[in-house]
């Protein structure tokens, strides 16, 4: 059985108030997860979590948690920084000081093993043995004006995948590498794995379509894919990720509503209210999986302000865009 068939044969499927769904709802419900599991052209994730503190609501008041979720999605912590006072590692930075800022904390809190945790220190350690030429090049000061020429003679689109390659890396290691300045959200393909970050909290269940892999996320075990691109760069590559055995997805930015069905939280799972109207419109399975679920967002920047996120962001063609709500002096 499909280990989300799994997931969901234990729990009762609930909408967006709390209440079990109807025989209709449920049984669309199911017919939708069978299709949604044998499609080929998607990867499931699942994010595990205690509470989401940015949404300023108990997960028990379910009304309130859910339409926070279903309408403006997870986003990294990097949204809950107003952006006023910082520009390094803002999304489309590219510039000298964010690479000079990225080799130094390769170099020095990295390479000197610089964490509190023993067991980060530990990771890290095997990390490092297991990557002895990206270790001697970034231990190496002398190597940082290679390092930034070789990234200033790229055009601006490689200078980005450059950045996120080795921000994602930052924020795998953990928030003491890349503070909160993150723009990653961290994600499983395995439930099990999810349910340890879980504890007593939710489980979200969302998906990322084949055709939009490349642009949202860096996957553990495509790191040699990436690592050719890295290479053919001449900069340093790692070959072994450090926490390999959590079959990690870095998602950019964070989980849009459109690509997640729902979360479980104690013995229930609550499904997105939006694809629930699918279900009436008798949407394909295939558009769903490939467009994501139609979401009206007009009240986008209402809900946005009853939590603790200070913006949002955009994905065109695949290229980001950060926006600010309404009431900022900022440009969107």
Not at 165 to 171: F, R
């Amino acid at each position: 059985m499909h280990q989300l068939k799994r997931l969901l044969s234990k729990l009762k499927l609930k909408d967006s108030q709390g209440n079990e769904l109807d025989a209709t709802n449920k049984k669309l419900f199911d017919e939708f997860v069978d299709n949604f599991c044998s499609a080929n052209n998607k990867t499931i994730l699942y994010r595990g979590t205690e509470s989401i503190p940015e949404y300023n609501t108990s997960i028990f008041d379910i009304e309130k948690f859910a339409n926070i979720m279903f309408n403006i999605g997870l986003k990294s912590i990097y949204y809950t920084n107003d952006g006023s006072n910082k520009k390094l590692f803002c999304l489309n930075d590219c510039s000298e000081e964010l690479f000079n800022s990225i080799f130094d904390k390769l170099n020095d809190k990295l390479c000197n093993r610089k964490f509190a945790a023993l067991g980060t220190i530990e990771k890290v350690s095997s990390f490092l043995n297991s990557n002895e030429d990206f270790y001697n090049y970034f231990r190496t000061e002398a190597n940082r004006k290679d390092f930034l020429s070789k990234i200033d003679n790229l055009d601006e689109e490689k200078k980005i995948k450059v950045k996120d390659y080795y921000l994602s890396l930052m924020h795998i290691i953990g928030r003491s590498m890349s503070e909160n300045n993150s723009y990653m959200i961290s994600t499983s393909t395995q439930i099990k794995i999810a349910e340890k970050f879980k504890k007593d909290g939710i489980l979200i269940v969302s998906w990322i379509p084949i055709t939009e892999r490349r642009n949202l996320i860096i996957k553990y075990n495509e790191v040699n894919k990436l690592n050719d691109k890295i290479k053919k760069m001449r900069l340093p590559y790692y070959v072994i990720s450090p926490y390999i055995e959590q079959k990690e997805f870095c998602v950019k930015c964070g989980l849009l509503p459109h690509y997640i069905i729902g979360y479980s939280h104690e013995d229930s799972f609550i499904v997105n209210k939006h694809l629930l109207t699918e279900f009436n419109m008798a949407r394909d399975i295939e558009s769903i999986i490939k467009d994501g679920i139609r979401i009206n967002q007009e009240r986008i920047n209402e809900i946005l302000k009853e939590t603790k996120y200070k913006r949002g962001f955009s994905c065109i063609d695949g290229y980001y865009y950060d926006w600010y709500n309404i009431d900022s002096n900022k440009e969107i």
